[in-house]
Structure formats: C-alpha cells, structure tokens
C-alpha cells in the first residue's frame, strides 16, 4: 500500500486508511490535521511548512532507556543537588500543545521519587529533579516515551548555561542604563526649566546632585564595558570604537562630577546616561541578531540518528545511538541511517553515502566492507559491528575540519571599528585646538569648551548606525526566507569575489529524475511497478516518471534487489542495471541500438538504466539530476555582478564539465571528483581582491562552507551545513542567492548613509563646541536628533529594490 | 516646593528598588521561559489519580 506523507504533520498515511481525509487540499493523517491545515492556509502562513520540515517527525516505538542509568552518563548529563536529589534537562520530541505541558508537568504523580518537572516550551526541554534511590532516570525516561513523547539527552547543556548566563547579565545592565538615562532626562527637564524660572539655589543642589548620583551608576554600572573594551583595545593596540566612546564618558564624567562638587558650570549626567542606554542597547541589538554557532558535537548529535538497533544476547532493543560503544552489534534497517563507523557483519546492501562524499549514486556494500556513520542504507537489513562512535567516525573528522576551520577564519575587524582609530585622532585634534586658542583669548573658559566638544564629540550614532542597519536588514532578509546569522556575512557580500557553487542539489535539483525513456511504455510500466517496492534514489525516479506519464500498475514482485532489480512483473520477467548486470542476465551483449544512445548520455552526464524483458534487452533510460530552470540565469546575473563564478563538486569530473558547459562556465572553473577536503583547500586559495563564497547543500561542503569568506547553505541541505554556514537560503530557487548579494550591498550603503549622517551632526556640534556656541541646551537636542536620524534612514531603505 | 527634599530621594530609592528586584527576577530565570508559565497558570491540579500498577 502506498505511503503519503500528511501534508500538516508529515506522518505515513496509507492510502485509504478509515481515518485518512484526502481532498483537493492534500492528503491528511486525520481531519485534525485537515482542519489545522485549513486553517493555517486560511491565515496565510503556508510558510510554516517551509520552516517546519526539519521539525516534523514521525513516532515509532518507544525505546530502550537502560544505559540513562550508567554513572558515567549521569555524571554528564545531570548535576547532584546539595539535597541529594539529581536535577536533569532533557530534550523532549513531540510537545504539540499546552496539554503536553500539563501531561509532562504531572510526571511526579506518575513516577515515585520524581518530585519536580518542569517544562520550557519554547526550547522544548524538560527539566526533572528526583530522588536517585527512589527512582532511576531510565524509567522516568520510559514513562516520558510512553506517554508519547521522545525524551533525549542535550549534548550542548553546558555550553546553553553559560550563553544564557551571558544573555541574562546583557538584559539586565541593558535594564540599569535604561532607568538611569530615563530617570536623568526627568531629572534634566527639571533643571532646563529651571534655568528659566529661576529656580532657588537649595533646589538647584538638589536636582544636579541627583543627577550626579544617577549618572556615576550609570557610568560604573552599565557602562563599565566600554571603559574594559577601551583599555583592551589600548592593550592590543587595536583602534575600536569603545575607545572613543570611553574617552567621551569619562571626560563628561569626571567634569561633571568636578562641576556638581563645585555647584558651578554644566554637569553633563542627563547626556552621558542617554548615551550609555543607546550605545548598549545598539550592541544587545547586534548579539541578539546572531545566532549562535553550535558546536561541532552538537552538530555530529544532529547527524547520527538517536535511535540505533542494538542486537543484544536477549534480542535486538532500540537504544539511544549514542549510548553506543565499539564492539556493539547494530542493525540497521531500510531507511536508517548508519548510527556508527563499522564492519558489516550480516547481509548485503546499496547505502547512500553522499553526506560523506557527495556521490548521489549510491555503493553497493557487502559483509567485510565498512559501512559509515551518517550514510543512509537504502537497499536492505544489515547487521554491522562498531568500530567507531562519535567523535572518531568518518562524519566526525569531516565536521572536526569544520571546526578547525571555524577557528582558523582570520579575525574580522568590525566595519565602525576601522574608522575609531580616525575617530579618535580626529576629536583630540580638534579638542587640542579648541583648548590651545581659547588659552590665548579667555584661558577661564578654555576647559568648559573643551571638554563640551569632547561629549559632543562622543559618537553616539555613530555607535548605533551599524548595528541598527545590521540588525533592520537581517530582519527584512529573514521575511524573505533568507536567515543570515551575522552582520560580516552582509559586508563581505556586498563586494564581488569569487563564488563557487556545489553542483548537487545546489545547481541541479539534487535528485535522481527520468531525463529520457527509450522503449516502450508498458515496459516501463512494468519497470516502474518493480522499482516501486525498492527504496533508492534510481527507483524513486522511476516511480514518480511512471506517475506522471499516468501509466498502470501490474503486479510485480521483486525477487533482488542489489546491483540492480529482478523480480516478476505483470507475468514477464523483468531485469533492469547498468548494462554489465543486464547483459550478464540475459547471456547477451546490449545490442547497438540502445548502446549508442546510453554513450550518449553518459557524456551529457547522466546515467543510463537497461531494462530486459524474458531475456531480452527491450529499452534503456536515462536517469540524471536535471539542472534548475533559473541556474543559467542566475549564473548570467551574477556575472554581470561581477562575480567570479565556478563549480566545485564530488562527482564525476566529465559530469561536472557537462553541466558547467550548459551554464556558460569555463570548463576550468568547473572541478569535479572533490573530496571534502579538497573543497576546503580550493576554498582557502582566496586573492585579497573579494570574498570567497560557497555555496552548498552537504555535510561534505560544510567544511567549505566554513572555509569560505562567506559561506551559504541551501535549502533541503544537510544540517550540519546549515550550522557551518553564515547564510542559509530557505527557499529552493537561486534567486534567493541574487537577493542576499543586492541586498548585502545594499545594506553597507544603509550603513555608509547613516555614519555619513552620524558624522555630519558630529563635524557641526564639534565645530560649535569649538566654537564656544554650544549651549547645554542645543548639545541637548543635537544628541537625540542624530540618533533619531540614523534610525529613521536605516528603518526606511529596503532590503532589495522590489519588496520589502 | 520643600517637599521634593525628601520626595526625589526616595523616588530614586523606590527606583533602586524596582531595579533590584528586575535584576533578581532576571537572573533567577523567572523571565527565560515566557510561554510555559502562561499555559501552566489554566491547568487544574486536580483530576489526577495515581496510575495503577
């Protein structure tokens, strides 16, 4: 019986099942999902299903929690209470709905010895506190499963601790200097309106003392990070724009604290509380922005599935795959992903091995040869020993390559940052001068002018323009399904460079299709009723070509289906491979006439599949990963950009040329029968004239990825190069790739445009502070106007010229 | 107009206050999870029996 996917929750429903509901809108589990469907459709928020693909699983049995008991398992998943009890956060799969937080939440009424749980929903955790006599983590985890849900352990727990530490202390220093620059300005009003009512002089004391007391917090309080990032940027004599901003805070500070003792002259409190709220507020603005960057472990969790069949003494049991050690027997089923590196011990099977080596054709693999962690078998039940886990497998040195390269990635100097040291010298400047000829005219007021010009000077906007440009960009690009996790990914972007795309999945499709059928079409239909009872990417192929053409379906029965497919089909017997394993089927060579076209196709690049009726060879398709409609397009767009553009990929080199030729590439810039390794070396060959970008799908390019100046992953892409690459483009054409370059550029315009402001106001209050013009008042307004400028110019500019 | 003598103290008294007791709440984690909490508050506890094994 065929098996579509629920088009809400993605579950296998058999065709026909009671409880199915298939209309015009889809196919549906059960008419809850139907009407969920309906209803999100209705709302207009179809992009749901784009972001939730990698969210929907399916459940199947539950499983065997036993090694959640091991110490060395609790020692590190969970910490020992000074009470005794033991406190453990848990990922849980599954949580729909505020029910599932009540069920999950009453879990000390159903587990003795279990005496708080407590659910986090958005992070979907469960956090359970329990006694270790009374109760053992593995039936608590049991009970969890039966109740539907899939518990498993964090790999990342202790990493999550200390960013929300940081992410705590960042909101509340962020809180203080908001109170503060609040409580000031009401403070500052007090004695701005004073000044015209002749207010007494008790109260004008009073009003400036507190203005001092409030302001010093603020200085000392939240502002102390930009006084540590100035005298580490003086200790590695690196200009940054702390420096300036701290030279400004604490001239205005110590002035301001002189003239409040004195109780003569301007104290600047109201001015430099503002400015710490707006300079902290602009660097929350930029952190929050970007995502954080897992580590490769929690990357390799993501990979390697949670599930493993081991085959024990008593009977095979389902343990979580990373309770595995070497030395265990695992079976690994259709479908499966490979949990481990090891031997394989039992059975014969073709695997998909493409997130390894990026061959979308899959390897036959037989007892003695070594299967992969993380490669998909696709043709039949195995049973394999280990070798390796984690860390030490295959997929675990490829994703260690793209830690290194992560650290390698020369640092980056942020964009503002490069104009501090100019900054810098450019308000000393101007203050020596202003200090030196007031000397000469009025040496009484040469100290207040200067140190005017100094707070004026303080380049608030300047400190908010990029991160507020930044951070309204990454906004827009996100609606458009284009997430970018940092600002420096837009700034390398915006100038052109050397661009390299992966071929498959990222150029082509990404998937086996029927380019061509040479034959007749009830063979076909014979072939396809045989293919259809196979899992690999060749018979899905056939499959869906067959339902396209609309063709029947005789019955068929499959007899092997390694190396190729035999079986029964509609009373004839149906043989179909390459042409060795037909040829050898039917005692035969392949005659001519289907031999020549298949030579043909093989120089286009794709593959040919013989098919053999009763002994004889009746016709031959060809099977390749078509490219997409708007590749040669984009190819020709980013050309035009300037963009250097090349293919670096794992397949066949003449295959790679082939399709380079078809988008107008020079055949040198096309490499193919890359290992990732080799990826990451031509990546690394940047010149200093522009970025490097990849752009890939696979975990084999995440090391590329990387590597790049800028990396961007595409959609459908493994996840491991989802988190190696500061782009990912989540929709499926290339046109995505033309937004983010325009709109990168665009973005470092914004952010030229709003310095360019930022400056400007700054040139004419230094020149009126120089000047001795600047009353309180005007440096009052002044402030706020630039900073209330640069966020209006950045709010207003668009991502790309059509749309939002 | 005397009275601001002891009423701006004390309103900037309160205000340390407030922030006090934000920073707290802050760091405690009462603010991390802002959903849960909002679901949690509509469950009855009772209802409930002790499974039977």
């Given amino acids: 019986m065929p098996l579509t996917p629920c088009d809400h929750c993605g579950i296998p429903t058999p065709a026909g099942a009671p409880e199915a509901v298939e209309d015009s809108a889809g196919t549906f589990c059960c008419s809850g999902c139907a009407t969920a469907y309906a209803l999100i459709h209705s709302c207009g928020l179809e992009a749901f299903y784009g972001f939730a693909d990698e969210t929907r699983t399916v459940q199947s049995k539950p499983l065997r929690y036993a090694e959640f008991d091991r110490d060395d398992f609790l020692e590190a998943h969970s910490t020992l209470e000074a009470s005794g009890d033991r406190v453990v956060t848990l990922g849980i799969d599954g949580m729909h709905c505020a029910a599932c937080v009540w069920l999950l939440e009453r879990l000390p009424q159903v587990v003795p010895g279990v005496s708080e749980a407590r659910v986090n929903w958005r992070r979907a955790t469960l956090t359970v506190h329990w006694t270790p006599g009374q109760a053992q983590l593995s039936s608590i985890a049991d009970r969890v499963a039966k109740l539907g849900y899939r518990p498993f352990p964090l790999v990342s727990a202790t990493t999550a601790r200390g960013d929300q530490a940081g992410n705590r202390s960042r909101i509340i220093q962020l809180a203080l200097a908001f109170a503060a620059a609040g409580n000031n300005m009401l403070i500052a009003t007090g004695l701005y309106l004073g000044a015209f009512s002749h207010m007494s002089d008790g109260m004008l004391g009073l009003l400036?003392?507190?203005?001092?007391?409030?302001?010093?917090?603020?200085?000392?309080?939240?502002?102390?990070?930009?006084?540590?990032?100035?005298?580490?940027?003086?200790?590695?004599?690196?200009?940054?724009?702390?420096?300036?901003?701290?030279?400004?805070?604490?001239?205005?500070?110590?002035?301001?604290?002189?003239?409040?003792?004195?109780?003569?002259?301007?104290?600047?409190?109201?001015?430099?509380?503002?400015?710490?709220?707006?300079?902290?507020?602009?660097?929350?603005?930029?952190?929050r922005q970007q995502k954080r960057a897992a580590s490769a472990l929690d990357v390799l969790y993501r990979v390697t599935p949670r599930i493993a069949h081991r085959v024990d003494d008593d009977g095979v049991h389902d343990v979580p795959g990373d309770v595995l050690v070497a030395g265990d027997r695992v079976e690994v089923r259709v479908g499966d992903v490979v949990p481990a590196d090891g031997e394989i011990i039992g059975g014969v099977t073709t695997c998909d091995q493409s997130v390894l080596t990026g061959e979308s054709v899959p390897v036959t693999l037989r007892v003695g040869d070594q299967a992969a962690?993380?490669?998909?078998?696709?043709?039949?039940?195995i049973r394999m020993r280990v070798r390796a886990v984690g860390a030490a497998t295959r997929i675990g040195s490829v994703l260690e390559e793209v830690e290194r390269a992560s650290t390698q990635r020369a640092p980056i100097v942020r964009f503002a940052d490069r104009i501090a040291g100019w900054f810098v010298a450019y308000v000393l400047l101007a203050a020596g001068i202003t200090f030196g000829v007031w000397m000469t005219l009025d040496a009484s007021v040469a100290v207040d002018h200067t140190v005017a010009l100094l707070i004026v000077a303080c380049p608030c906007a300047l400190g908010l323009a990029t991160p507020l440009a930044i951070s309204v960009a990454l906004g827009r690009a996100a609606r458009r399904k284009i997430l970018v996790k940092g600002g420096e990914a837009l700034q390398h972007l915006s100038k052109p460079g050397q661009l390299w795309l992966d071929k498959t999945g990222t150029i082509t499709q990404g998937e086996m299709t029927v380019v061509q059928w040479h034959g007749d079409d009830a063979d076909f239909a014979r072939l396809a009723a045989l293919e259809a009872q196979v899992v690999h990417p060749i018979a899905t192929a056939v499959v869906r070509h067959a339902e396209r053409l609309a063709l029947p379906r005789p019955q068929a029965k499959v007899e092997a289906g390694v190396g190729g497919v035999t079986g029964m089909a509609g009373g004839h017997r149906i043989v179909a491979g390459h042409a060795g394993f037909v040829a050898q089927?039917?005692?035969?060579?392949?005659?001519?006439?289907?031999?020549?076209?298949?030579?043909?196709?093989?120089?286009?690049?794709?593959?040919?599949?013989?098919?053999?009726?009763?002994?004889?060879?009746?016709?031959?398709?060809?099977?390749?990963?078509?490219?997409?409609?708007?590749?040669?397009?984009?190819?020709?767009?980013?050309?035009?950009?300037?963009?250097?553009?090349?293919?670096?990929?794992?397949?066949?080199?003449?295959?790679?040329?082939?399709?380079?030729?078809?988008?107008?590439?020079?055949?040198?810039?096309?490499?193919?029968?890359?290992?990732?390794?080799?990826?990451?070396?031509?990546?690394?060959?940047?010149?200093?004239?522009?970025?490097?970008?990849?752009?890939?799908?696979?975990?084999?390019?995440?090391?590329?990825?990387?590597?790049?100046?800028?990396?961007?992953?595409?959609?459908n892409g493994a996840e491991a190069s989802m988190r190696a690459a500061p782009v990912y483009l989540g929709r499926p054409d290339l046109g995505a790739l033309l937004e983010l370059l325009d709109g990168a550029r665009n973005t470092v315009k914004t952010i030229r445009i709003t310095l360019g402001i930022s400056l400007a106001y700054n040139a004419i209050a230094v020149t009126l502070a120089g000047l001795g013009t600047m009353s309180p008042l005007v440096a009052a307004l002044l402030m706020p106007a630039s900073s209330l400028s640069v966020i209006a110019v950045a709010i207003s500019r668009r991502f790309v010229k059509s749309g939002v | 107009m005397s009275v601001l003598y002891i009423a701006i103290p004390v309103a900037l008294g309160i205000a340390g206050l407030a922030l006090w007791a934000f920073a707290r709440s802050v760091r405690e984690g009462q603010l991390d999870d802002l959903e849960t909490p909002a679901m949690r508050i509509l469950h009855d506890d009772d209802g409930v029996r002790p499974p039977e094994e």
């Fill in chain 1, 585 to 715: 089927a039917c005692g035969t060579p392949i005659p001519e006439r289907f031999m020549k076209p298949a030579t043909a196709w093989v120089h286009e690049g794709h593959s040919p599949l013989f098919v053999a009726r009763d002994g004889e060879v009746v016709g031959v398709c060809a099977l390749g990963d078509p490219i997409r409609d708007d590749a040669r397009a984009t190819v020709n767009a980013l050309r035009e950009r300037g963009w250097t553009v090349g293919i670096l990929s794992g397949d066949h080199p003449s295959v790679v040329r082939s399709v380079g030729i078809q988008l107008g590439l020079e055949p040198e810039d096309c490499r193919g029968g890359l290992l990732p390794q080799d990826k990451v070396r031509i990546v690394e060959q940047r010149d200093a004239s522009g970025p490097t970008v990849m752009v890939g799908d696979g975990v084999n390019d995440s090391g590329a990825l990387m590597a790049a100046t800028v990396g961007v992953a595409v959609r």
């Fill in chain 1, 208 to 287: 400036r003392w507190a203005s001092c007391i409030v302001g010093v917090f603020s200085l000392l309080g939240p502002g102390r990070t930009f006084f540590r990032g100035a005298l580490a940027a003086l200790r590695s004599r690196s200009p940054h724009m702390d420096l300036p901003v701290a030279l400004g805070l604490a001239i205005g500070g110590i002035a301001g604290l002189v003239n409040t003792v004195l109780g003569q002259g301007e104290i600047y409190f109201d001015t430099l509380s503002v400015l710490v709220f707006l300079l902290l507020l602009g660097r929350w603005m930029q952190v």
């Fill in chain 1, 373 to 381: 962690a993380g490669t998909t078998n696709l043709g039949a039940v």
